[in-house]
């Protein structure tokens, strides 16, 4: 079974600095994706960014990048001149490509504070 | 809707009740995914749907948890005999199939007294 491991429970950056957190992962799978998302005290799941695991790329998303390394199961979230409204629990999550793994696996998540 | 909808927000319920949980998917949405996420901790899969198809149940943690989507769209979450250990964040997500993103509802935040 696939698991996901954040290390940080807890991460804080001041406003317009750059913060990363940390996501590694088990699989035996080689055709996945890999996903971030930002949980605010509202609850709703909001996509941040996704990563196919076949695309050395890493992706980006405006202020949002990734640091895919497959051999090394290590998918980083980089957010660079953080924003009050960055402040969320962000969760590391992992899919799998194959018609039967549909469902995410998360992990714990890690709680982000931007300090003004 | 625009959303994934989901109700009802808040749901408090004495120990040994039923309660039923209701998932609204995006219009159009094939794939229907229920989570529970306790607190301070990361969504756990429930159940997947594929159209009215249950394919996957897997992550329901006993017998007294059971999910239908009889139609195809609308999905209900029913938890039987309700224990303390229930209590947590009721996350429905839906997509429009296979390797598509899922768009997730607010929740329902379930307390078992």
């Known amino acids: 079974a696939q698991t996901v491991t954040q290390s940080q429970p807890e991460m804080s950056v001041q406003e317009a600095e750059t913060v990363t957190l940390s996501c590694t992962y088990d699989t035996s799978e080689s055709d996945y994706y890999l996903f971030w998302y930002k949980q605010p005290p509202s609850r709703q799941m909001i996509l941040v960014i996704r990563?196919?695991?076949?695309?050395?790329q890493n992706a980006t998303e405006n202020r949002f990048s990734v640091n895919f390394q497959k051999a090394a199961k290590s998918f980083s979230l980089k957010i660079s001149d953080s924003q009050l409204g960055d402040a969320a629990m962000y969760f590391c999550a992992y899919r799998s490509n194959h018609n039967y793994g549909q469902n995410f696996v998360f992990g714990p998540g890690t709680r982000l504070s931007v300090l003004p | 809707g625009a959303g994934v909808s989901q109700s009802p927000r808040y749901k408090v319920a004495k120990r040994g009740q039923d309660v039923a949980l209701r998932c609204d998917p995006i219009s159009g949405h094939v794939s229907l995914f229920w989570y529970q996420q306790a607190l301070g901790q990361g969504p756990e899969f429930l159940t997947y749907?594929?159209?009215?198809?249950?394919?996957?149940k897997s992550g329901l943690p006993s017998d007294r948890f059971f999910a239908e989507r009889p139609e195809g769209s609308v999905s209900t979450l029913k938890i039987q005999r309700t224990q303390q250990e229930d209590s947590a964040v009721y996350l429905c997500?839906?997509?429009?199939?296979?390797?598509?993103?899922?768009?997730f509802g607010d929740g329902t935040r379930l307390s078992i007294l």
């Open positions: 990563q196919e695991a076949y695309k050395q």
């Open positions: 749907f594929q159209n009215e198809a249950q394919l996957d």
């Open positions: 997500a839906s997509s429009l199939g296979e390797g598509r993103p899922q768009h």
